[in-house]
């Protein structure tokens, strides 16, 4: 609420405009309706937005405040963590299997939810940003099966986080540490965890004000965009 009246949602129109994020509601959406177009897309993040919606209801825009957010020094590895990377039980990759880390994410169930809101739609949409050399999905493989990972958008120096899986203990975080490392060589300067959650909190991530969130991605998006398939090695 803003001066007593309701808060507006704005309505998208084909022009490829957002609203400025201050204008989102205290829960963070800020407008409704557009397409899932890779145009469309790039735009929201490079200005601080993003979508996230169910199934059953229209494309929602969020640009939340707080923003959370993961310094690269400032990831978290217990000592169990440590203990599994210092084993080496998973083999970690990147872009090899976008398609089945999204898939799964989607899929793969999550203690306290039901449902996804990876859509179809949305699958189709981050599947073809891949393609496109701008989505990235990193890894962890057991025994030559895939048993976590994570996948995200990278514009600039900023890794947007979207949705990670695990389908045995450690598997997601082990490719947690693995892109923190990757993108600490590459001079990154923070990964985008969007919506506070406790489990990214315990990894490290904390919350920014908007305002500040907005000032370090203009910072961020200043340098060249690292596209193409990624590779473990590099």
């Known amino acids: 609420m803003r001066g007593g009246r309701p808060m507006p949602i704005y309505r998208l129109v084909e022009e490829l405009v957002f609203p400025p994020p201050e204008y989102a509601d205290p829960s963070g959406l800020l407008a409704v309706g557009g397409d899932l177009s890779n145009e469309r ?3 929201a993040y490079r200005v601080g937005i993003f979508p996230w919606y169910s199934e059953d209801q229209p494309i929602l825009w969020w640009s939340p405040d707080p923003r959370l957010v993961l310094e690269l020094g400032d990831f978290k590895i217990s ?15 990147f872009d090899r299997a976008f398609d089945e880390v999204i898939q799964a994410c989607a899929s793969v169930p999550r203690e306290g939810q039901s449902g996804t809101w990876i859509t179809q739609e949305m699958q189709a949409a981050y599947i073809h940003l891949h393609g496109l050399g701008y989505a990235h999905s990193i890894e962890s493989w057991f025994q030559e099966e895939l048993v976590g990972g994570l996948y995200g958008i990278s514009l600039g120096k900023a890794f947007f986080g979207e949705s990670m899986f695990h389908r045995q203990t450690d598997a997601s975080k082990v490719a947690l540490a693995a892109l923190v490392e990757k993108l600490k060589g590459w001079d990154f300067h923070f990964i985008d965890a969007q919506m506070t959650t406790d489990h990214m909190m315990s990894l490290g991530a904390k919350e920014m004000s908007r305002r500040i969130f907005l000032k370090r991605l203009q910072g961020a998006l200043r340098h060249p965009t690292k596209r193409g398939k990624w590779r473990a090695g590099e």
């Open 41 to 43: 897309l790039l735009e």
């Open 79 to 93: 000592r169990s963590l440590r203990k599994t990377l210092k084993k080496g039980i998973f083999q970690v990759t």
